[in-house]
């Protein structure tokens, strides 16, 4: 364990994209010493594609995502950086993707503007790009290659996903928190568009089989058509190990997707975790289940164990109800 695990509150790193992310974000603020996001930057769609075409510069909506999930809460703030211009040759554009992009031409650098976007409005956390360029995602389907992150969340049948070009270099920062890590969360969201496009970027996903911290993959609530059309939660684990991205424990939701053939080499925690309506995960309770698979002891608190089921019990309950009191 790192300094700030062993006074209590770890180095936190999660990987990913999208709203899914930023609800981890949201969920991880409430116990993290350390706080850091990396981000999928290969979305070609909308403003973000708008703006990549345009300055050549790595897609910023999920990075503006998740440095208004870390900024305090209410924020005024966090809703003007999602703010769409409506008119004009402004229209469609969100002001935080404008802003990111300001800040990055005049520091020269995309991830040093990223990184004072976040500074400048207060984030409590670290937002950083999977890579230093822009990348295109690109999918092996039943039906052929697809190539664009548009085209892919649109196509089912997916057997894997890969980046162009193949090799992108990440933030150097990015591979050193993963090493310091105590945690890194995967998901949730879109399992291929969103967090293996973080996780296949080469030099993360060696910083992931080499990390000393556990691995949590939260997963996803429900199907995402056509994406994964079909998945329960052993077929999300076999999607991300097909992509050689391994995980130690894999929160889901009691309610949600079927588990399916679950593997006896992974764990499994089993929690209520979806907020109303089981359209996203809720950040307290979210919150509250990864604070207790921090600490190398967790899994070996007395607990009941049927099938490959982990149920938690015992004093971890109060750090539990602590957390969702927040």
Known sequence: MSRGAAGGAPRVVAIGGGHGLAQTLRAARQYAFELTAVVSVADDGGSSG????????????????????????????????EH??????????????????????????FVSGVEEAARVLGAVGRVLPATVVPVVLKAQTASGELIGQVRVSKGGEIATVSLVPPDPAPPPAVLQAIAEADQIVLGPGSLFT???????????????????????????LREQLPETAGFDVARLLEALRAHGVEVDVV???????????????????????????????????????????????VLRCPRQV?????????????????LRER
């Open 50 to 81: 708008r703006l990549r075409e345009l300055l050549g510069i790595p897609a910023p909506g999920d990075l503006r995502r998740c440095i208004g999930a870390l900024l305090p809460e209410p924020s005024a703030l966090a809703e003007a950086l």
């Open 84 to 109: 769409r211009f409506a008119s004009g040759e402004l229209a469609g554009h969100a002001f935080g993707n404008l802003l990111i992009a300001a800040f990055a031409s005049t520091t020269g650098d």
């Open 194 to 220: 969103s967090v293996l496009a973080a996780c296949v970027v080469p030099g993360i996903r060696e910083g992931l089989r080499a990390a000393r911290a556990r691995r949590v993959y939260v997963a996803n």
């Open 251 to 297: 929160v889901a939701d009691r309610a949600a997707l079927p588990l399916g053939e679950f593997p006896d080499d992974v764990a499994l925690v089993i929690a209520d975790v979806a907020g109303a309506g089981f359209r996203e995960h809720d950040p307290k309770l979210l919150g509250a289940e990864l604070a207790l698979l921090v600490h190398d002891d």
């Open 306 to 322: 049927r099938e490959n089921v982990l149920v938690l019990t015992g004093p971890e309950t109060a750090l539990k109800e602590r």
